[in-house]
């Protein structure tokens, strides 16, 4: 186990490298390894050095960041890497990834999105609480969830939302009559789409 603690810290420093390909078939092996019980494990003990390192290539171009975000998207699913996660900068990062659209595919930078705002830090960075720009980003979010095409890239916008709605601030800045957020996804409740149904569902209840 030694010697793969060592392997991993290569592994883990060659997502800086200097050379794309040398980044790519890093974020490619660390995705492989997130896919397993055992890889994932690992991985979540050197989240301090692996988390930043994983943002950072979301805005890449190309297969790295698309390694990159899946790799996140199966570590977040662990309490402790999303509190690192979101200390990070991963809401913004994604937000970022989101709006720009290079980089991450938009379902991976959403999946993300909707594993941190599991947890309440998570909800309180994309609410954006006390700040000026308090609610922007749930805003846009909303925005992304009925305009965003194709479709099913945008459906786990709606877990996000679900999510937010769970936290008083994320309430607040959902029932604010000033952004009209609320009338924009009562369509959702009369759609085809099942998923967004539901969790359009369990936002409103």
Same mark, same amino acid.
């Given at each position: 186990p030694v010697a793969m603690g060592d392997e991993l810290d290569e592994v883990i420093g060659f997502l800086s490298d200097k050379n794309p390909t040398v980044r790519e078939q890093a974020a490619q092996i660390v995705q492989g390894l997130t896919g397993t019980d055992d890889g994932a494990k690992l991985l979540c003990a050197k989240a301090d050095s692996l988390v930043p390192k994983l943002l950072h290539a979301l805005g890449k171009e190309g297969n790295e960041s698309k390694y990159a975000a899946t790799a996140l998207v199966n570590l977040t699913h662990d309490p402790e /890497?999303?509190? +690192? !996660?979101? %200390? +990070?900068?991963?809401?913004?990062?994604?937000?970022?990834? @989101?709006?720009?659209?290079?980089?991450?595919? /938009?379902?991976?930078? @959403? *999946?993300?999105? !909707? %594993? /941190? #705002? #599991?947890?309440? *830090?998570?909800?309180?960075?994309?609410s954006q609480e006390g700040k000026a720009l308090e609610g922007f980003y749930v805003s846009k979010l909303i925005q992304l969830l009925t305009t965003g095409k194709p479709?099913?890239?945008?459906?786990?916008?709606? *877990?996000?939302?679900?999510?937010?709605?769970?936290?008083?601030?994320?309430?607040? /800045?959902?029932?604010d009559p000033r952004r009209g957020l609320l009338a924009s996804v009562l369509p959702f409740m009369s759609q085809a789409n099942e998923l967004r149904r539901e969790r359009v569902a369990a936002a409103l209840r």
């Open positions: /890497v999303i509190a +690192k !996660a979101v %200390n +990070k900068g991963a809401v913004e990062r994604a937000m970022d990834g @989101l709006r720009d659209r290079d980089g991450a595919p /938009v379902d991976l930078l @959403l *999946s993300i999105l !909707a %594993n /941190v #705002t #599991t947890a309440e *830090s998570g909800v309180h960075v994309i479709e099913e890239d945008y459906d786990q916008a709606a *877990s996000v939302l679900t999510n937010i709605t769970r936290d008083p601030i994320g309430r607040r /800045v959902f029932l």
